[in-house]
């Protein structure tokens, strides 16, 4: 059983995951990675996360169509989905209903934000979060 | 017998490394210079054996120094009983005077021992039946003396390569946390910059911009102070401020302005530790530490950013005061761009106002004429309902509405009495010259209706096109009913001022012919103060001037 929730972040640029990972981490959620739409719809069907982030661009599969397709099992049809974007770069409105996305980041984003978004998503911060505890 | 439990005693060992070596079955062991030893992990039955036996603590002793050398050979310590130093690369190189802490070491045994005095001695410490040892001891993974150097050389791979990815490790972190503020800074600026509009209200771009920091640099409040500059206008000395705080604006703004004296004419970013330090009154009370950054163009001082206490508990760094400092550079040129802004627009009015006096002077009677035509002109706008940029429009319109009557010659505007036919056919020509003069100036397009056709009537009795009705273009009945107003309450060559009620009652006897009657309806309602206030000032500077 998971004692902190589990969340999944897919994107082909490595510096990305690192930095995004970190901030989950450091907020005391557990992470995986996964660096294509492929491999993170596998990962997904595996690990069943709390959460998805995803980038929308990626080779061989994006990560609307990788929303897509887990939205179509059974397992996976309700976990929260937050899709990053390149600025400037819109997706439409149906195409977001349809994956079920929850909320939209542009790229260059802020790391604050995207935590602020898997709070409101999750609930509150997990125990052992070392975000907002206070040090001696 | 009772066998000390093994404590896992504090280590440098990177844990990749300890738990491969866990699965190869090795002892670990924790060896202090004193030569006492402690089992970390797989504490065989023979290391603990030995490591609880004074001949065996004396031969480290004697060795320790040498498991700091060279992690790659063994150091044989009995026949068959060999270890395997594994030094940090730090503590190798600085040596055993360095640093006298316990060192990890890896056990290794062979056959041999069970052969050695030293075995048979141990066995007699402890109370043990020699043989029957030998054989339990047997049971172990022992290892051969041909293998001994192969398997160092292994552990001192593994354990170099365990450290140099701990290392990476550590860097990917660093640079993922450093990443993550340049992240963070960039989408604060992206997020800023798209938001600096110079025609949007500044009060909001502002407190926005504090809100935002506030937010990114994590900090409880967050304030912005500007300086005392009158070319900030309505911005001069005002006080911005995000995050709750038990002090009132004016207590706040105190507080800056105190904290403005103390950083002088610095231009850096500053963090105090200890707001105590600081001699500003009420600062302590809401504040620990403090972070300031001052907001200067090249010349002078504009104002500066200060907050305080970051919610997460920690301190604030050098990192967040990057970070503001980004900020407070965009905040500068935005307050940069807002004092140049006004510069031209008070430039541009200025001239104006100097083109409109110029055409006023030629006419003694009309003195403020333009001024007063603009004021009424924007007030019966604002009355109508249209916007401010509309109103302002209009008001610059009323300006400029006479400016063809440089064209006139002056005996003709000056003379005194009724105007021959001719002399009228002249004064008729000023609304087209305006607008000749002023067509080709593309800022002042949008004014050309005002200047055209401010002479035209309701009936369609007008001048210069005879147009009629709502064919007249608003900035022409706004200004055509202000200028008439005008006209009738000062005094001209041909007749005196009329009573302000005799001025209201023409306009609503005209209304429907001469004026729209709607906006003659708004015009009689108007305040008239403001008017009555412009006309003093004129006739004062009338008298003012010389003869």
Same mark, same amino acid.
């Given at each position: 059983?998971?004692?902190?929730?589990?969340?999944?972040?897919?994107?082909?640029?490595?510096?990305?995951?690192?930095?995004?990972?970190?901030?989950?981490?450091?907020?005391?959620?557990?992470?995986?990675?996964?660096?294509?739409?492929?491999?993170?719809?596998?990962?997904?069907?595996?690990?069943?996360?709390?959460?998805?982030?995803?980038?929308?661009?990626?080779?061989?599969?994006?990560?609307?169509?990788?929303?897509?397709?887990?939205?179509?099992?059974?397992?996976?049809?309700?976990?929260?989905?937050?899709?990053?974007?390149?600025?400037?770069?819109?997706?439409?409105?149906?195409?977001?209903?349809?994956?079920?996305?929850?909320?939209?980041?542009?790229?260059?984003?802020?790391?604050?934000?995207?935590?602020?978004?898997?709070?409101?998503?999750?609930?509150?911060?997990?125990?052992?979060?070392?975000?907002?505890?206070?040090?001696? | 017998?009772?066998?000390?439990?093994?404590?896992?005693?504090?280590?440098?060992?990177?844990?990749?490394?300890?738990?491969?070596?866990?699965?190869?079955?090795?002892?670990?062991?924790? +060896?202090?210079?004193?030569?006492?030893?402690?089992?970390?992990?797989?504490?065989?039955?023979?290391?603990?054996?030995?490591?609880?036996?004074?001949?065996?603590? +004396?031969?480290?002793?004697?060795? $320790?120094?040498?498991?700091?050398?060279?992690?790659?050979?063994?150091?044989?310590? $009995?026949?068959?009983?060999?270890?395997? &130093?594994?030094?940090?690369?730090?503590?190798?190189?600085?040596?055993?005077?360095?640093?006298?802490?316990?060192?990890?070491?890896?056990?290794?045994?062979?056959?041999?021992?069970?052969?050695?005095?030293?075995?048979?001695?141990?066995?007699?410490?402890?109370?043990?039946?020699?043989?029957?040892?030998?054989?339990?001891?047997?049971?172990?993974?022992?290892?051969?003396?041909?293998?001994?150097?192969?398997?160092?050389?292994?552990?001192? $791979?593994?354990?170099?390569?365990?450290?140099?990815?701990?290392?990476?490790?550590?860097?990917?972190?660093?640079?993922?946390?450093?990443? =993550?503020?340049?992240?963070?800074?960039?989408?604060?600026?992206?997020?800023?910059?798209?938001?600096?509009?110079?025609?949007?209200?500044?009060?909001?771009?502002?407190?926005?911009?504090?809100?935002?920091?506030?937010?990114?640099?994590?900090?409880? $409040?967050?304030?912005?102070?500007?300086?005392?500059?009158?070319?900030?206008?309505?911005?001069?000395?005002?006080?911005?401020?995000?995050?709750?705080?038990?002090?009132?604006?004016?207590?706040?703004?105190?507080?800056?302005?105190?904290?403005?004296?103390?950083?002088?004419?610095?231009?850096?970013?500053?963090?105090?530790?200890?707001?105590?330090?600081?001699?500003?009154? =009420?600062?302590?009370?809401?504040?620990?530490?403090?972070?300031?950054?001052?907001?200067?163009?090249?010349?002078?001082?504009?104002?500066?950013?200060?907050?305080?206490? @970051?919610?997460?508990?920690?301190?604030?760094?050098? +990192?967040?005061?990057?970070?503001?400092?980004?900020?407070?550079?965009?905040?500068?040129?935005?307050?940069?761009?807002?004092?140049?802004?006004?510069?031209?627009?008070?430039?541009?009015?200025?001239?104006?106002?100097?083109?409109?006096?110029?055409?006023?002077?030629?006419?003694?009677?009309?003195?403020?004429?333009?001024?007063?035509?603009?004021?009424?002109?924007?007030?019966?706008?604002?009355?109508?309902?249209?916007?401010?940029?509309?109103?302002?429009?209009?008001?610059?319109?009323?300006?400029?509405?006479?400016?063809?009557?440089?064209?006139?010659?002056?005996?003709?505007?000056?003379?005194? &009495?009724?105007?021959?036919?001719?002399?009228?056919?002249?004064? @008729?020509?000023?609304?087209?010259?305006?607008?000749?003069?002023?067509?080709?100036?593309?800022?002042?397009?949008?004014?050309?209706?005002?200047?055209?056709?401010?002479?035209?009537?309701?009936?369609?009795?007008?001048?210069?096109?005879?147009?009629?009705?709502?064919?007249?273009?608003?900035? =022409?009945?706004?200004?055509?009913?202000?200028?008439?107003?005008?006209?009738?309450?000062?005094?001209?060559?041909?007749?005196?001022?009329?009573?302000?009620?005799?001025?209201?009652?023409?306009?609503?006897?005209?209304?429907?012919?001469?004026?729209?009657?709607?906006?003659?309806?708004?015009?009689?309602?108007?305040?008239?103060?403001?008017?009555?206030?412009?006309?003093? @000032?004129?006739?004062?500077?009338?008298?003012?001037?010389?003869?």
């Amino acid at each position: 059983m998971r004692t902190q929730p589990l969340i999944l972040v897919v994107d082909d640029e490595s510096h990305i995951l690192h930095v995004v990972s970190l901030k989950l981490k450091n907020a005391g959620y557990q992470v995986i990675t996964a660096e294509d739409g492929e491999e993170g719809a596998a990962a997904a069907l595996e690990h069943l996360p709390d959460m998805i982030i995803s980038d929308y661009q990626m080779p061989y599969m994006t990560g609307l169509e990788m929303c897509l397709k887990l939205r179509g099992e059974e397992a996976t049809r309700d976990i929260p989905a937050i899709m990053l974007t390149a600025r400037g770069f819109s997706l439409a409105e149906h195409q977001l209903a349809q994956a079920r996305i929850s909320a939209v980041v542009s790229k260059p984003f802020s790391p604050r934000e995207i935590l602020t978004h898997v709070y409101e998503l999750l609930g509150d911060q997990p125990q052992n979060g070392q975000e907002n505890v206070s040090t001696p | 017998m009772t066998l000390a439990p093994s404590h896992p005693a504090a280590t440098d060992l990177p844990a990749p490394l300890r738990e491969r070596l866990g699965e190869l079955g090795v002892t670990l062991l924790h +060896v202090a210079p004193d030569g006492r030893a402690q089992i970390q992990q797989n504490g065989a039955w023979i290391a603990r054996l030995l490591v609880q036996a004074p001949s065996f603590r +004396v031969s480290l002793r004697r060795a $320790w120094d040498q498991l700091l050398e060279r992690p790659d050979t063994p150091v044989t310590l $009995w026949p068959g009983v060999w270890l395997v &130093g594994l030094p940090s690369r730090r503590r190798r190189r600085l040596g055993a005077a360095h640093d006298r802490s316990p060192v990890s070491a890896v056990l290794l045994v062979g056959a041999e021992l069970l052969e050695s005095e030293q075995f048979r001695a141990v066995c007699d410490n402890h109370e043990l039946d020699y043989r029957a040892t030998a054989a339990r001891v047997a049971h172990d993974r022992l290892v051969s003396s041909a293998e001994v150097h192969r398997l160092a050389q292994m552990i001192a $791979w593994m354990h170099e390569d365990a450290a140099q990815l701990n290392r990476h490790m550590d860097e990917l972190k660093s640079l993922s946390t450093e990443l =993550g503020e340049a992240y963070e800074e960039l989408s604060l600026l992206y997020k800023l910059s798209g938001s600096m509009i110079v025609n949007q209200p500044a009060e909001q771009f502002l407190t926005n911009a504090c809100g935002e920091l506030q937010q990114v640099v994590g900090v409880s $409040w967050m304030a912005l102070l500007l300086a005392d500059e009158p070319r900030l206008e309505e911005l001069c000395d005002q006080l911005f401020l995000a995050g709750p705080v038990a002090h009132e604006t004016h207590t706040m703004r105190a507080i800056g302005q105190q904290i403005m004296e103390c950083i002088g004419e610095r231009r850096e970013p500053m963090v105090v530790d200890d707001t105590r330090e600081l001699a500003v009154e =009420g600062l302590s009370e809401i504040a620990d530490d403090l972070i300031v950054i001052p907001l200067r163009s090249e010349k002078q001082r504009l104002g500066i950013l200060f907050g305080s206490n @970051k919610l997460d508990g920690a301190t604030l760094t050098s +990192v967040d005061s990057k970070l503001c400092d980004s900020l407070a550079n965009s905040l500068t040129i935005f307050l940069e761009n807002r004092m140049l802004y006004d510069d031209m627009q008070a430039m541009f009015l200025g001239t104006l106002h100097a083109l409109t006096s110029a055409i006023d002077a030629k006419d003694s009677y009309t003195h403020g004429h333009s001024e007063r035509v603009a004021l009424m002109g924007r007030k019966l706008a604002e009355a109508a309902g249209l916007d401010t940029h509309t109103c302002e429009r209009v008001y610059i319109a009323g300006l400029v509405h006479d400016v063809g009557k440089i064209g006139v010659p002056e005996r003709v505007l000056c003379k005194p &009495g009724k105007l021959t036919a001719r002399e009228f056919d002249l004064v @008729k020509m000023h609304p087209e010259i305006g607008g000749r003069i002023l067509q080709d100036i593309r800022q002042m397009e949008d004014l050309l209706p005002g200047v055209l056709y401010h002479h035209e009537r309701w009936d369609g009795a007008g001048y210069p096109q005879g147009l009629a009705g709502e064919d007249i273009p608003l900035f =022409g009945r706004l200004l055509g009913l202000a200028d008439a107003f005008d006209a009738m309450s000062s005094d001209r060559t041909y007749r005196a001022a009329m009573q302000f009620d005799h001025v209201i009652a023409e306009v609503r006897r005209h209304a429907g012919t001469q004026f729209d009657p709607q906006l003659a309806e708004l015009f009689v309602n108007l305040d008239f103060q403001p008017f009555f206030d412009l006309i003093q @000032k004129h006739q004062q500077n009338k008298l003012r001037r010389p003869a």
